[in-house]
DNA sequence: CGGCTAACATAGAGAGACTATGTTATGCGG
DNA sequence: CCGCATAACATAGTCTCTCTATGTTAGCCG
């Protein structure tokens, strides 16, 4: 395993998310934000963020457009369309759905002792 | 996607984890006690099931032998080792590492209002 | 002005679960 | 008793998804 510590599955959620906080990043800044909120367990390295950002982009699911960082630089910034939003429930949903069935199996009824 | 509803990643700690309630099982059992425990939710294909099983059994997480169903037809029942006890103690840790990572970026710690 | 780094990008690898298919053997209906 | 369904195991190949490796452009700074 390439000791990847997103989980299959789940980068597109994750990504959706930041930007439903921000309303407004660049690539860069989202990778950040992910590593940062998450105690740097979750470290979304640039070649799983860009193909992951155009295929979203692709489903309609967020804009960008170019603009300039603070420092000048050239950047992308991404916005959360509606199509975006709903699609970010849906993912929810379905995590916790699935998370929970994992937590039965992990944790099963037990009658008392 | 294959409408996988098996998070990658996670089939080995499921197997295990039902192994350790039931000391020994074999694959379909295995499969079905997923299957209930989950509420239909987790559902592992065969073609899944034992090519891990195999893997875990190199791996030296579990023991097998052969034996026969209450109708009478042959099967491979399954034990954990301490090696798998152990194995299913690291993965149920890392899984909750990582869980509690990525629910720190679906539900940010929240400033009062 | 040359190296460092921000920021974006793409191709290929690798892991893991799935689909499809096959095999053996038991039980059952006609 | 024969054929069909099904239990149980098994394997090959596919697909999805993230990662590694690599490359490119353009500002910043000594």
Redesign the interface.
């Known amino acids: 395993m390439p000791k990847s ?1 997103i ?4 980068l597109d ?2 990504i959706l ?2 930007l439903a ?1 921000h309303r407004e990043l660049h690539g860069f800044e989202i990778a950040e934000s ?1 590593r940062h ?3 740097s ?2 470290n979304v390295e640039e070649g799983s963020l860009y193909p992951a950002l155009q295929r979203m982009m692709v489903q309609g699911w967020l804009t960008a457009e170019w603009g300039h960082t603070d420092q000048g630089r050239r950047a992308r910034y991404y916005k959360l369309t509606a199509a975006g939003r709903r699609q970010l429930t849906r993912e ?1 949903k379905d ?1 916790e ?3 929970m ?2 937590a ?3 944790n ?1 009824p037990r009658f008392a002792t």
Do not use: K
């Not at 989980?7 to 789940?10: D, E, I, N, R, S």
């Open positions: 510590e989980p299959p599955g789940t959620m994750l998310r930041t906080h992910i909120t998450s105690s367990i979750l929810i995590y759905r699935v998370s069935a994992i039965q199996i992990l099963p």
